[in-house]
């Protein structure tokens, strides 16, 4: 297998572990998601800055620019996915999230000129569909007419986008440099969040009094989502954008797992309930799952 396919399939795994842990946060600890975002922004810069004692992240200027608007790509996808949840439920809003591949398979073929197999492009929609089918809940069917449809649309297809900029970003600069210098675009939307709105500063300021432990366990999200990114561009800077981003839709089936462990040997942290129907189709979606995984790696 290359070595790109299992970096790949290890990005989804790390940032898995991530949404576990801010579930926990925003469950138990931080009630708001967007000043929780921005907590973790600026910490996420932080430990980017380790990254200059390790490697050389100079780049020509233009690059620099391109990563820098990376970050903020970032940030708007995530403040309209927010958005999104503040209108509607979580259950109809995420899974939309991982449908961005498709937005990256159209811009990388347009504007990459990136083709991958016809097997390969059948795993990927595999996958793509196998995460829809796992963040699945019953009332899915009030997406027709949800306000949340804009906002997740304007959200996946910045996400598509800013795949395909990070793709053409790395035919010329380093998976180190590209990771530091989008957050660092991503840390100046986070700071010029907090100037422009006082109630998210305030929000921002009491999460700095979290107890040592809690914080820890913030710091502890940090570090494997940064590990995650990590992953991802070094993946994708060998790997076809196509089916990298394919391959992060493993992301909800490795929640799943999880959550299922969690709910098993530590239910008083996380428990999840599943009715016989929906868990049929986690099922069916498990094995979305290994057929798609085997026809990209294929």
Not at 7 to 28: G, M, Q, R, V, Y
Not at 143 to 161: D, E, Q, R
Request: charged fraction near 10%; glycine fraction near 6%; hydrophobic fraction near 65%.
């Amino acid at each position: 297998m290359d070595t790109w396919l299992i970096l790949a399939f290890l990005a989804p795994l790390f940032w898995s572990f991530t949404n576990i842990l801010d579930k926990f946060l925003l469950e138990k600890h931080a009630k708001d998601p967007f000043s929780l975002a921005v907590y973790m922004d600026i910490a996420f810069f932080v430990l980017s800055l380790f990254l200059v004692l390790f490697t050389d992240l100079a780049a020509p200027f233009s690059y620099i620019l391109i990563a820098v608007l990376i970050g903020l790509l970032n940030f708007f996808s995530f403040l309209f996915g927010f958005k999104a949840m503040a209108v509607e439920d979580a259950s109809v809003v995420v899974p939309l999230i991982f449908v961005y591949p498709v937005f990256t398979t159209l811009f990388a073929f347009l504007f990459l000129g990136e083709t991958v197999s016809l097997g390969q492009y059948a795993g990927a929609a595999l996958l793509i569909l196998s995460s829809v089918l796992i963040a699945l809940k019953r009332n899915l069917g009030k997406l027709a007419v949800s306000p949340a449809l804009k906002f997740m649309l304007v959200s996946v297809l910045l996400t598509g986008a800013m795949v395909t900029v990070e793709k053409f970003a790395l035919g010329s600069i380093s998976p180190y440099a590209l990771l530091f210098w989008s957050n660092f675009g991503l840390l100046g939307a986070s700071l010029a969040a907090l100037a422009l709105f006082p109630g998210m500063r305030k929000r921002f300021v009491g999460l700095l009094h979290l107890r040592p432990k809690i914080a820890g366990i913030a710091w502890l999200c940090n570090g494997t989502c940064f590990v995650a990114a990590l992953l991802f561009y070094l993946a994708l800077s060998v790997g076809p954008a196509t089916l990298v981003s394919s391959l992060n839709a493993l992301q909800p089936f490795f929640v799943l797992v999880m959550i299922l462990l969690l709910s098993r040997f530590l239910p008083h942290l996380l428990k999840e309930e599943h009715t016989s129907r929906m868990l049929l189709l986690k099922v069916l979606a498990v094995l979305f799952v290994l057929i798609g995984s085997y026809l990209v790696a294929a």
